[in-house]
Structures are given as structure tokens and as C-alpha cells.
């Protein structure tokens, strides 16, 4: 079994910043891909930014410039940092890890991000 735990969101001005965490633990394989996600209601699910495990990146082009994703392979854990936030960044934001194994896929429980104007 895989568990995603996220943290991070909250509450935050036009033009600030937050940064979401989230921890992979279980059996995970090695090669993998982590990613975030965001659903604004009555929106679809997003990608917002990915990161494999060698560190290649891709991002929405509504965030390039402004989000930064990272990870730590050591401790399963991908963060993703988020700056110059808009409105319109509102939302839900999910963690997600793609297992190459399987290939398998898990979500975490989801972390309100509220952006102000």
C-alpha cells in the first residue's frame, strides 16, 4: 500500500507565495513520477507540474515562471513552490505518484490553496 500525505496549503494575497509538500511512503519502485495537480470547482483536473525521478521537469503554461517543482528521492517527498500566485491558482491541489511498476497510480486527499485578490 501507498500513502500520499500532502501539506502546505492555505490561504495567501495576490502575489504571494506557499509551498506544498507531499510524502510518499510504501512500496514504491524507484523509477517514478510525481506530480501536482489542481481541480478548481467546476473545473476539470489538472497537471500543474511533474517531476521524475531523474529530475526531469514539465509545467502548465499558466505556471511556467512562476512554480517550481522539486523532489527529494531520498524521502519519497516532492514539494512544489509557488510564487507571484493569481486568483485563478485557486483551488484544490493533489499530489500524484506513478509507479513504473504496475504501472500504478496514487493520489493524495487533496490541499486547499486560496488565493486572494
Known amino acids: 500500500q501507498v500513502h500520499l500525505v500532502e501539506s502546505g496549503g492555505g490561504l495567501v494575497q495576490t502575489g504571494g507565495s506557499l509551498r506544498l509538500s507531499c510524502a510518499a511512503s510504501?512500496?514504491?519502485?524507484?523509477?517514478?513520477?510525481m506530480g501536482w495537480y489542481r481541480q478548481a470547482p467546476g473545473r476539470q483536473r489538472e497537471l500543474v507540474a511533474a517531476?521524475?525521478?531523474?529530475?526531469?521537469?514539465t509545467y502548465a503554461d499558466s505556471v511556467k515562471g512562476r512554480f517550481t517543482i522539486s523532489r527529494d528521492n531520498a524521502k519519497n517527498t516532492v514539494y512544489l513552490q509557488m510564487n507571484s500566485l493569481k486568483p485563478e491558482d485557486t483551488a484544490v491541489y493533489y499530489c500524484?505518484?506513478?509507479?513504473?511498476?504496475?504501472?500504478?497510480?496514487?493520489w493524495g486527499q487533496g490541499t486547499q490553496v486560496t488565493v486572494s485578490s
Open positions: 517531476i521524475t525521478n531523474g529530475a526531469y521537469t
Open positions: 500524484n505518484l506513478a509507479d513504473a511498476l504496475g504501472p500504478r497510480y496514487y
Open positions: 510504501g512500496n514504491i519502485s524507484r523509477i517514478n513520477t
